[in-house]
């Protein structure tokens, strides 16, 4: 063997005991806020709070992660109503060995006209962490169809993150929208808007983690996920729409069998309330509740997919 040929197969061999041919990836999902902070609030009386809504975005999200991407394991920085200091959220990063992390957060400004989604990094020089950046923010922009503001760094707005300074790994921390901002603050309620928002940081995420390790396999067995639900997509079955809001536990509902999911959604049309069930993974599982639901009276129930 020539001496080069020898070294080529050394250094390969070393390579594989490295970080880059880790053949599993770890993603930390930090929901922002949390317990006694409960970080930006909305104009409007009776919208959810900054934290509440951190957190139903990021379980969407770790949920993408998880069923749609193999050798993938998401972590959270908290599943409930607590409060992690934000050195406890650091400390977890850096001593869990966290690949990436993820820091879900929303807007406010003092004037309710700032809307638009933010994705911030710590600065240009944490390459990973731009470029993953850049992509969320296309994602939002091309594919969601939201205003984005951009990647902003420490020097942006004047002063490092914690977050993002003291973290050992790839982190960015996304502003989801302005809360102080009506109509996004709206949009941000609905289980749909959260849908949308989750899924494009989830394809960005697929996106940068497929550039960033070719050596390894994300694409889901097919015995696990459909190559439907590789893509981020799931389906509901919307039932009805209704001009007042219905509760979702009436016997009407009930004897579905399924949970029923109401959400108020911003339109002309006076039926601002829609009913779903679901969210179901593929198309043929979301026919076959469709099916079930028709049978039992709701014959114009339809399927919706979401990306
Ligand atoms: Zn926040």
Redesign the pocket.
């Known amino acids: 063997m020539s001496k080069a040929k020898f070294l080529f197969i050394f250094i390969a061999f070393l390579f594989s005991f490295s970080g880059f041919s880790a053949n599993s990836i770890t993603i930390l999902i930090d929901p922002?806020?949390g317990g006694k902070d409960p970080?930006?609030l909305s104009k409007t009386k009776g919208l959810m709070t900054?934290k509440e809504l951190n957190l139903l975005i990021s379980k969407k999200l770790g949920h993408y992660l998880e069923h749609n991407l193999s050798h993938v394991n998401v972590l959270y920085t908290r599943t409930g109503d607590t409060y992690p200091s934000l050195d406890k959220r650091v400390e977890i990063a850096n001593s869990k060995n966290v690949d990436y992390m993820i820091s879900i957060?929303?807007n406010g400004s003092d004037t309710s006209s700032a809307y638009g989604t933010e994705t911030h990094i710590h600065g240009y020089n944490s390459k990973d962490a731009y470029k993953w950046a850049l992509l969320i923010e296309k994602q939002f922009k091309n594919r969601a169809g939201r205003k984005s503001r951009g990647v902003k760094t420490g020097a942006d707005i004047g002063h490092s993150l914690q977050i993002l300074k003291f973290t050992k790994m790839p982190t960015v921390l996304i502003e989801c929208g302005f809360l102080t901002n009506t109509s996004e603050a709206n949009y941000l309620n609905t289980s749909y808007g959260q849908e949308i928002i989750a899924s494009a940081i989830f394809r960005a995420s697929r996106n940068f983690l497929k550039q960033k390790h070719s050596n390894i396999n994300f694409t889901p067995s097919e015995n696990n996920v459909s190559n439907e639900a590789s893509n981020g997509v799931t389906y509901k079955v919307q039932l009805m729409s209704s001009i007042d809001p219905l509760e979702t536990n009436i016997p009407e509902f009930k004897r579905l069998g399924y949970d029923v999911e109401r959400t108020k959604v911003n339109s002309k049309s006076m039926y601002k309330y829609k009913y779903f069930i679901g969210p179901f993974t593929t198309k043929k599982e979301a026919k076959k509740a469709q099916k079930s639901v028709q049978s039992k009276g709701y014959r114009d129930a339809y399927i919706v997919m979401f990306e």
């Open positions: 922002g806020h970080g930006h900054e957060h929303c």
